[in-house]
């Protein structure tokens, strides 16, 4: 998964959701982004990434997982509708399931999301197990210090949501 991912503008933000549902979301510029182009995604091959990504994680917490595009700075004049897919995979099912978003104008950038739902938890552990197979690499042991530290308060309940940006070291 961490191919579709860029550094430049990484962040990882929750909520709550639904009373104790945490709902988590990687965001980041799309690695294989053209400039003021229209984005053409092969759905089956992030399908099977996404499926690959939910077998790598042990967590019974985590229960939906689903990658998406967004349009990064755009005029949204629904002039030219296309779509690009949307995939998700939830507990119980085996395969992941691929869906359509429309879009009506090309951005200058795009953006890739993943977004995750997990069932209550008080320990970070689920998260960073997601965030890790997610990124791989580009999150460092001094990123996960940091990451712990910034969702500690919201784990424990003193905060309704938490952000995180991982710094670009280059």
Request: charged share 30%.
């Amino acid at each position: 998964m961490k191919q579709n991912f860029t550094k430049d503008y990484l962040s990882i933000h929750m909520g709550r959701i639904n009373g104790d549902n945490i709902n988590m979301g990687i965001s980041s510029d799309y690695s294989g982004s053209q400039r003021k182009s229209q984005l053409y995604v092969n759905a089956n091959s992030l399908a099977v990434d996404v499926e690959r990504l939910w077998k790598s994680i042990k967590t019974k917490k985590l229960v939906i997982l689903s990658v998406s595009f967004d349009e990064q700075d755009y005029y949204d004049n629904q002039v030219d509708v296309y779509y690009t897919p949307v995939v998700s995979i939830r507990r119980g099912l085996k395969k992941a399931r691929i869906g359509t978003q429309s879009h009506g104008c090309i951005p200058k950038e795009w953006g890739f999301d993943l977004t995750c739902r997990f069932a209550d938890t008080t320990t970070v552990t689920p998260l960073l197990e997601v965030v890790k197979a997610s990124l791989g690499s580009f999150f460092t042991e001094k990123d996960e210090k940091e990451f712990r530290k910034a969702v500690k308060p919201f784990l424990q309940k003193k905060a309704s949501y938490a952000n995180f940006s991982l710094e670009d070291e280059d």
